[in-house]
């Protein structure tokens, strides 16, 4: 039973256009999401963040929007660059920072030159 | 900082026999995770910890798995014996108190043959 859901297991997208990463949750009592970058052989690393008080957080060329009542996220980069290619994993905490953190399955973006 | 610090990089052993994983977290980050990373599952969760404390360890998959944390600045996640189902790449990592960002390490790699 995946509380985090990544639909797209990999996305394709020409460089200089926009890719946007999806994800699901089912726990209402999730308050804080976070995405992260994922290159082979590397740990991941932190993206993005954002908090159930906002809809929307933007950094750079990423911006995270945030749908409540659908319980949805999503993850915007404009404009894509090949260096971009990695895998994005959704993840979701509760209210407090001793709360566990739930990460998705995961996409894998390729952009294309 | 040297950042989450894991070992060893790479492990291959033989169905039945005993692995340790290591992990040193950032100093002074009060919340340590360990995660499974798998094709079919993505980024799962085993356990976590406060203040060197396991606060859910639901995650784990059978009693064959084990992980402790005696002090501030080390955790291990043992897995006896080990079956090739257990082959994955097993990440840990820390996160400061008030802080919801986790920093991971690069990942153990486990191989059981």
């Known amino acids: 039973d995946q509380q985090v859901k990544q639909n797209s297991p990999s996305l394709s997208v020409q460089e200089g256009r926009i890719s946007i990463l999806n994800c699901d949750y089912t726990?209402?009592?999730?308050?804080?999401f976070l995405w992260y970058k994922k290159y082979p052989a590397e740990g991941p690393t932190f993206l993005i963040s954002?908090?159930?008080?906002?809809d929307k957080n933007e950094d750079g060329r990423f911006t995270v929007f945030l749908n409540k009542s659908a319980k949805h996220l999503s993850l915007h980069i404009v404009p894509s660059q090949p260096g971009d290619s990695a895998v994005y994993f959704c993840?979701?905490?509760?209210?407090?920072?001793?709360?566990?953190?739930?990460f998705g399955p995961g996409t894998s973006l390729s952009v294309i030159p | 900082d040297a950042g989450v610090i894991q070992s060893p990089r790479h492990e291959v052993t033989e169905m039945g026999q005993e692995v340790t994983l290591r992990c040193k977290p950032i100093?002074?980050?009060?919340?340590l995770f360990w995660y499974r990373q798998t094709m079919m599952r993505g980024l799962e969760l085993l356990i976590y910890?406060?203040?060197?404390?396991?606060?859910?360890d639901s995650g784990m998959p059978e009693d064959r798995f084990s992980a402790k944390m005696p002090n501030a600045s080390f955790s291990t996640l043992k897995i006896q014996p080990s079956e090739p189902r257990d082959s994955a790449v097993y990440f840990c990592?820390?996160?400061?108190?008030?802080?919801?960002?986790?920093?991971f390490g690069a990942g153990s790699r486990l191989t059981v043959l």
């Open positions: 990592a820390s996160r400061p108190s008030g802080a919801n960002v986790l920093t």
């Open positions: 726990n209402s009592m999730f308050d804080y």
């Open positions: 954002i908090s159930s008080i906002k």
């Open positions: 993840a979701a905490s509760g209210k407090t920072s001793y709360d566990k953190v739930i």
């Open positions: 100093s002074g980050h009060n919340s």
């Open positions: 910890f406060n203040n060197n404390v396991p606060i859910d």
